[in-house]
């Protein structure tokens, strides 16, 4: 799927529908918008220019209860459970074309939270939302139960059924698209849904929520509380009545989510987290700019905020210097900061100022841990009204620093150089994280070596973010646990049941 509007509207065009905007901030629940009972809000910012957007509802327990009670409801009355598989498919359907119907109103949303290029989410996001419903809704009529082999006097058979309620909190990223990659398997499952998007990017999921009715979706399967972690996040992990937490966000916040688990009803939990991948980049690999190309965009691209965002540039030692010379010059031509609503800019502002001051005070530290600044390491000149941060390079990193070992969440990337295979492998290896992997080479042996031995969960051979629904999205080690996308995550959100029959002769 693509769509062309970035083409065709212009930053005037696009700043039009951006003023014209009135925040939706108000929780979605039983089918309404509704404010918080504490009637307690909070403002939202965008981070390229500071204006204040509007109030969104700062959610707590009381709504959390309100929004799982209407889920239990829905759910006990099948309304949606129940429904005839090819009914439910054919309301995702309707709502995947929604979604893309509402294409300006979904990029405008993001755009203004959360500070991305408008190009990008007309370009990636946005489709990529789209086909992840069209995905979930193909999978709904292809789970199937087993009658397994047994005795003569008995018949057995594996029913599998969708958990309940999930409660699906997201990061603010990609608000759209975590949105859509958690609530489709849930939904095309069975289940019953309550979203708690990041308190910094509220606006696209009260959209989706009302999107969800119009396509013929009951009211009560899918709900947002909108609010902050600590408050509406913690209460819907801890909920007694939730059945299974989707996660997507940091380490620290998802391993919280097992806690929350085990203090509450030991819902089941899958979570997806941080990284800090390596590209591995081999002298043999014929084509240098091409990998120089995938190295920029996947440290540059979504500003550096990208779970699988390619930080570590292992590059090997006889390839360094024309390595770091094409990937300065392409990167200077490529990512300039700019107007996120101008179609032209490739790389908009971080989300807020906080995580604007925690990028450039990562740059500080690798200066003082003695990794040379190769360009970059500040705000860009005429851009200080917002949460700019330059696109920034630091080479001579070894990989004990802090600026290899700590996921930085900006566009900051660390040139750290290597002998051999197994020196690669050894050092991509050394982390915490294991969401996923870049590696550049035209040996057979050694990519497919790489492959089988780097301990991540998404592994690109000569390209780099490459993929489609089909391929299971997730982490090794402290990157979490579940999947994203693929039949998989479908499967996680149901459960088996076994049916025994007695049948004397
Ligand atoms: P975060 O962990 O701070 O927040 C994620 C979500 O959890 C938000 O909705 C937040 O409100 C909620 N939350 C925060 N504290 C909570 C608490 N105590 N209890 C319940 N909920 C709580 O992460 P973030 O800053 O929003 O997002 C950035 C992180 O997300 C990065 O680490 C990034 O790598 C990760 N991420 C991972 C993937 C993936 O697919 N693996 C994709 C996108 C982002």
């Known amino acids: 799927m693509h769509l062309d509007k970035a083409t065709t509207l212009t930053?005037?065009?696009?700043?039009?529908?951006?003023?014209?905007?009135q925040l939706e901030g108000r929780h979605f629940i039983d089918g309404d918008f509704t404010a918080s009972r504490n009637g307690r809000v909070f403002e939202a910012v965008n981070p390229a220019t500071g204006d204040v957007l509007g109030a969104v509802a700062r959610g707590d327990g009381d709504d959390?209860?309100?929004a799982v009670a209407s889920?239990?409801?829905a759910f006990r009355a099948g309304v949606w459970s129940r429904m005839a598989p090819r009914d439910r498919m054919n309301v995702l359907y309707r709502y995947a074309q929604l979604l893309e119907a509402n294409a300006d109103s979904f990029a405008v949303m993001d755009v203004l939270d959360v500070g991305k290029p408008i190009k990008d989410m007309l370009e990636a996001d946005i489709p990529a939302s789209v086909d992840c419903f069209q995905y979930f809704a193909e999978t709904i009529d292809k789970i199937e139960g087993q009658v397994t082999s047994t005795a003569h006097?008995?018949?057995?058979?594996i029913l599998r059924q969708p958990l309940g309620v999930v409660g699906c909190i997201v990061p603010w990223n990609y608000p759209l698209m975590m949105a859509a990659w958690k609530i489709a398997p849930a939904?095309?499952?069975g289940n019953t849904v309550v979203l708690k998007p990041a308190e910094q990017s509220p606006q696209s999921a009260g959209l989706m929520a009302r999107l969800f009715v119009e396509a013929g979706g009951p009211p009560g399967v899918l709900n947002v509380v909108q609010g902050y972690g600590e408050e509406a996040g913690e209460a819907l992990a801890l909920h007694n009545d939730v059945d299974k937490i989707a996660f997507t966000g940091s380490v620290e916040v998802g391993k919280q989510m097992m806690i929350y688990s085990g203090r509450s009803n030991m819902k089941r939990v899958t979570t997806e987290c941080g990284g800090k991948t390596p590209q591995i980049i081999m002298a043999d690999y014929a084509n240098l700019d091409r990998a120089v190309q995938y190295a920029v965009d996947g440290i540059f691209a979504n500003q550096g905020e990208v779970c699988n965002a390619g930080s570590r540039l292992l590059v090997q030692s006889d390839i360094h210097d024309a390595f770091v010379e094409r990937f300065e010059a392409h990167a200077r031509a490529a990512y300039v900061p700019g107007d996120p609503l101008n179609p032209e800019t490739t790389m908009g502002a971080m989300v807020n100022r906080d995580q604007q001051r925690r990028v450039l005070d990562y740059i500080e530290i690798g200066k003082r841990e003695g990794a040379t600044l190769r360009f970059g390491g500040g705000v860009p000149a005429g851009l200080e009204h917002g949460a700019y941060v330059q696109p920034t390079?630091?080479?001579g990193v070894d990989n004990d620093m802090r600026i290899a070992r700590e996921e930085i969440f900006g566009p900051v990337g660390s040139v750290i150089p290597f002998k051999d295979v197994n020196d690669a492998v050894r050092i991509a290896n050394d982390t915490i994280f294991g969401l996923a992997a870049g590696i550049?080479?035209?040996?057979?042996?050694?990519?497919?070596k790489m492959a089988r031995d780097?301990?991540?969960g998404v592994i690109w051979v000569n390209c780099f973010d490459h993929g489609d629904m089909t391929q299971p999205w997730g982490g090794y080690k402290q990157s979490g646990f579940g999947r994203d996308k693929c039949f998989e995550t479908m499967l996680h959100h149901t459960q088996t049941k076994s049916v025994w029959i007695n049948l004397p002769d």
């Not at 550049?440 to 497919?448: E, P, Q, R, S, V």
């Open 454 to 456: 780097v301990e991540a």
């Open 64 to 66: 959390v209860d309100r």
């Open 187 to 189: 939904l095309a499952a």
């Open 393 to 395: 390079l630091f080479t």
């Open 440 to 448: 550049w080479t035209d040996d057979l042996t050694a990519a497919h």
């Open 153 to 157: 006097d008995a018949l057995h058979y």
């Open 71 to 73: 889920c239990r409801k």
């Open 11 to 21: 930053a005037e065009a696009w700043h039009n529908q951006a003023d014209a905007l």
